[in-house]
T-cell receptor, first 113, second 115 residues
Framework: AQSVTQLDSHVSVSEGTPVLLRCNYS??????LFWYVQHPNKGLQLLLK??????LVKGINGFEAEFKKSETSFHLTKPSAHMSDAAEYFC???????????FGAGTRLAVHP | DADVTQTPRNRITKTGKRIMLECSQT?????MYWYRQDPGLGLRLIYY???????NKGEISDGYSVSRQAQAKFSLSLESAIPNQTALYFC??????????????FGPGTRLTVL
């Protein structure tokens, strides 16, 4: 069965410093992995997706994630945080035969001046 | 994403009331989904529909029903609302013919409070 674990429920960074949001996955086959972002009072927006092509995936707003099969990880990073990055981030794995998405519990990112 | 709209955006209701949440999309996607979000639990799938005649239960369908009125419309009903159905509800769509990963696109959500 597929599952994801987001290792931090809250992450706090200063503006201009790097962001690291950690995600480990479990999958019995080559997974499709996603990161979604949810800004306050907004819907979910797709940041990036891994589809078994390049292991380093670039997304919108300067975010990227690296798929590491040996570590079963798909961590999200950004070199320099911006105030507008403050939001909740969800790591997601696709599983099951009907495009079922399995969500992690979410990581809330706070960015301080 | 303005292509997926949900109404109402906020709703407060009382225990025992029937309530309907509506989702419309202009993306032309065949697949539609309803999720609920609870703090610390991420999103969980309630129902999904692969076309107008194909509706399936997700992981937490008890207490909910759905109707796919057209390709573009997918409604979620709570026949008799109870307080533990207080949550943020999301509609999503996808089109497997256009992307390898069948990416899902989400609406803005409906915040439902059951008193």
């Amino acid at each position: 069965a597929q599952s994801v674990t987001q290792l931090d429920s809250h992450v706090s960074v200063s503006e201009g410093t790097p962001v690291l949001l950690r995600c480990n996955y479990s999958s019995s086959y080559s997974p499709s992995l996603f990161w979604y972002v949810q800004h306050p009072n907004k819907g979910l927006q797709l940041l990036l997706k891994y589809t078994s092509a390049a292991t380093l995936v670039k997304g919108i707003n300067g975010f990227e994630a690296e798929f590491k099969k040996s570590e079963t990880s798909f961590h999200l990073t950004k070199p320099s945080a911006h105030m507008s990055d403050a939001a909740e981030y969800f790591c997601v794995v696709r599983g099951g035969g009907y495009n079922k998405l399995i969500f992690g519990a979410g990581t809330r990112l706070a960015v301080h001046p | 994403d303005a292509d997926v709209t949900q109404t109402p955006r906020n709703r407060i209701t009382k225990t025992g009331k029937r309530i309907m949440l509506e989702c419309s999309q202009t993306k032309g996607h065949d697949r539609m989904y309803w999720y609920r979000q609870d703090p610390g639990l991420g999103l969980r799938l309630i129902y999904y529909s692969f076309d107008v005649k194909d509706i399936n239960k997700g992981e937490i369908s008890d207490g909910y029903s759905v109707s796919r009125q057209a390709q573009a419309k997918f409604s979620l009903s709570l026949e008799s609302a109870i307080p533990n159905q207080t949550a943020l509800y999301f509609c999503a769509t996808s089109d497997p013919s256009r992307t390898v990963t069948d990416t899902q696109y989400f609406g803005p959500g409906t915040r439902l409070t059951v008193l």
